[in-house]
């Protein structure tokens, strides 16, 4: 078994949950346990300059600059140590499905939960591949614990390995990115790097410097509750005033029906009565103008609705979350051109594609840390059909070490 599978492995089974409704950071403490090892894991393989921030659960540490290459460009790797709340990682029992026959693949034979190719065709293209799937029950967590292993594989070969020329690598391992604050905490400063790589995306040779420009929304939408029996012109039901705004919204802009550069509305949660109806919402677009627009039609059917059912009726809080990192990036191209060209010396097709979400990078683009985002080779993330390709993990891991050896070189 590589080390990059065996590392892997050992950090899925541990929970890092993260929680939305968290005001603390970390938003768990349990994500701790996973710094914690790294930090050990970093120790005992010699990495410098390790320091573990214990109030806010970030971890930083270098791969020292090789002889003659200390004036080189740093450049930092980063991933996040959280899964996403959406669905359990508690007690993942990871399994390998070897030389995959690209058929469906059985997850859990008694609760009848099956990994189907008519589901997930991309799955076809993996027949001969190694699997690492879940049993069902709970995600896999290679979003982004394959990111992690990687960077961690990569550092380890370069400690083991010094006749490989590079500069000084930074790791970067951050909490709570799957709520949108993996960098709240992050301190650029002492990281120290000049550009880095998140290593947090899909399928073998994706690589991205645009995301979404992002948004989120709290509706409130407050009612009056009667006695059905004495209700004609008296009730307000909040439920069918909610389901009225969401019917306001473009039926063809819902993430069940877009791709590629095309923005959304995406109601993520709902709950309430007759009374009050909480809904959360996100907004999304890679177009600056588009989602702007967004925004405004938005806040135009609260208005709407107020003006129809009285003021007060719908409360809306928007806020921001991050914005496009292509702005930021398109000056430092050559992590692009680069990481295009380490790819496909190791003969892997780069996908140059914008991501429909979003990562560490992107903040960490705007805080003056350029940082597109690179494939870890997990797929169906936040789901219990996740999955990780062991070949592509390996392949990724190789991709770390030849960018650092591109990199390597003094500055002229």
């Known amino acids: 078994m590589s080390e990059v599978v065996q590392k892997f492995l050992r950090y899925v089974k541990i929970d890092t949950q993260s929680n939305e409704e968290s005001q603390s950071t970390p938003s768990t403490m349990k994500q701790h346990d996973l710094a914690k ?64 026959d690209g058929g469906d693949i059985v997850l859990n034979e008694a609760q009848g ?12 293209g993996l027949a001969g591949k190694d699997l690492i799937v879940t049993d069902g029950t709970t995600l896999l967590g290679a979003d982004d614990k394959a990111g992690i292993a990687e960077i961690m594989t990569m550092a380890e070969y370069l400690m083991r390995h010094p006749e490989i020329s590079h500069g000084k690598i930074r790791i970067g391992f951050t909490p709570d990115e799957e709520i ?15 550009y880095a ?15 979404f420009n992002a948004a989120g929304a709290k509706l409130h939408v407050h009612g009056r509750s009667v006695h059905p029996g004495d209700a004609k012109n008296k009730m307000r039901n909040a439920i069918l005033i909610a389901q009225e705004f969401q019917s306001l919204l473009p039926v063809e802009q819902n993430p069940m029906y877009t791709e590629g550069y095309e923005g959304f509305f995406h109601l993520d949660a709902i709950s309430g009565n007759v009374e009050e109806v909480v809904a959360d919402y996100i907004i999304r677009d890679h177009d600056k103008l588009l989602f702007e627009r967004k925004k405004e039609l938005f806040l135009q059917c609260a ?24 702005e930021v990036l398109e000056p430092h191209m050559h992590l692009i051109d680069n990481a295009r060209d380490v790819m496909e010396e190791l003969g892997i097709t780069p996908i140059v594609t914008p991501i429909r979400g979003g990562t560490d990078g992107a903040r960490l683009s705007f805080m003056g840390l350029p940082c597109p985002n690179l494939c870890t080779g997990g797929a169906n993330y936040h789901g219990r059909y996740e999955y990780a390709c062991v070949q592509s993990m390996e392949a990724v891991a190789e991709i770390l070490v030849k960018l650092a050896e591109k990199y390597g070189k003094p500055v002229k």
């Not at 990495?47 to 003659?68: F, K, L, M, N, W």
């Not at 990994?115 to 799955?123: G, I, K, T, Y």
């Not at 949108?180 to 000049?194: E, T």
């Not at 790589?197 to 995301?211: P, Q």
């Open 113 to 124: 939960i099956v990994m189907r190719v008519a589901d997930f065709p991309e799955l076809a």
């Open 37 to 100: 090892l790294l930090v050990q894991e970093l120790e005992e393989l010699g990495a410098e300059e390790i320091v573990y921030d214990r109030e806010h659960c970030y971890v930083y540490a270098s791969v020292p600059a090789t002889a003659g290459c200390e004036s080189a460009p740093v450049l930092g790797f980063i991933s996040h140590m959280d899964t996403s709340p959406a669905v359990t990682d508690t007690d993942v029992k990871p399994r390998m499905v070897e030389a995959y």
């Open 303 to 326: 208005t709407f609705l107020n003006q129809k059912y009285g003021d007060g009726t719908i409360v809306v809080d928007l806020k921001d979350s991050y914005y496009n990192m292509r």
């Open 180 to 194: 949108g604050c993996g960098a709240d905490h992050f301190d650029v400063k002492l990281f120290g790097a000049d």
């Open 197 to 211: 790589y998140t290593v947090d995306g899909g399928a073998l040779g994706e690589l991205e410097y645009e995301n």
